[in-house]
Antibody
Framework: EVQLVESGGGLVQPGGSLRLSCAAS????????MNWVRQAPGKGPEWVSY????????YYADSVKGRFTISRDNAKKSLYLQMNSLRVEDTAVYYC?????????WGQGTLVTVSS | QSVLTQPPSVSGAPGQRVTISCTGS?????????VHWYQQLPGTAPKLLIYDNTNRPSGVPDRFSGSKSGTSASLAITGLQAEDEADYYCQSYDSSLSGWVFGGGTKLTVL
């Protein structure tokens, strides 16, 4: 089955760190550009970060630049998001999404809650 | 305040036709970046509904169609069904922000 499965979410205090993972299965992972998208409670989706198929190009939303780092391991068919200096406003469901003329495959999401 | 502007809500009776607009600017839709549309049912991840302005992924009914003109795009849904009740989001790329942007979303209610 073609799917993406996120993990690593949880409750963290402001200023803390968390690493999200996204495991791909059912398709050849390496050619695809990948993204992280988040959705705060009751809000619309917000693009967070992009990585090229080889991992050589990465881009970030201004809201997370300098705090979050996207990476991938094509051998393990996995995507990662290292989140540092977390803020209350980073609270959201985080999705990994495959880019293919639009985001054609999404994971089920993992909830990140930043609260003291 | 989203870079792409959508009406917060639209509604229609079963069988009717509704349209959802997505208004951008000269740094996104107006610069000819493609527009994509997503449907999100409660408690689930967004699902790609229309890609590259007018194209439907395999499995999406032809009741859904997309169009684009100038700095705006539209999603049309004909023959409304109860199962179409969901949130709908447009998406494009913005050159000023150097990133991808989503609209604020439109909640479709089937009366």
């Amino acid at each position: 089955e073609v799917q993406l499965v996120e993990s690593g979410g949880g409750l963290v205090q402001p200023g803390g760190s968390l690493r999200l993972s996204c495991a791909a299965s059912g398709f050849t992972f390496s050619p695809y550009e990948m993204n992280w998208v988040r959705q705060a409670p009751g809000k619309g989706p917000e693009w967070v970060s992009y990585i090229s198929g080889s991992g050589s190009a990465t881009y970030y939303a201004d809201s997370v630049k300098g705090r979050f780092t996207i990476s991938r391991d094509n051998a393990k068919k996995s995507l990662y998001l290292q989140m540092n200096s977390l803020r209350v406003e980073d609270t959201a469901v985080y999705y990994c999404a495959r880019k293919n003329s639009g985001y054609d495959l999404w994971g089920q999401g993992t909830l990140v809650t930043v609260s003291s | 305040q989203s870079v792409l502007t959508q009406p917060p809500s639209v509604s229609g009776a079963p069988g009717q036709r509704v349209t959802i607009s997505c208004t951008g600017s000269s740094s996104n839709i107006g610069v000819n970046y493609d527009v994509h549309w997503y449907q999100q049912l409660p408690g689930t991840a967004p699902k790609l509904l229309i890609y590259d302005n007018t194209n439907r992924p395999s499995g999406v009914p032809d009741r859904f169609s997309g169009s684009k003109s100038g700095t705006s795009a539209s999603l049309a849904i004909t023959g409304l069904q109860a199962e179409d009740e969901a949130d709908y989001y447009c998406q494009s790329y913005d050159s000023s922000l150097s990133g991808w942007v989503f609209g604020g979303g439109t909640k479709l209610t089937v009366l």
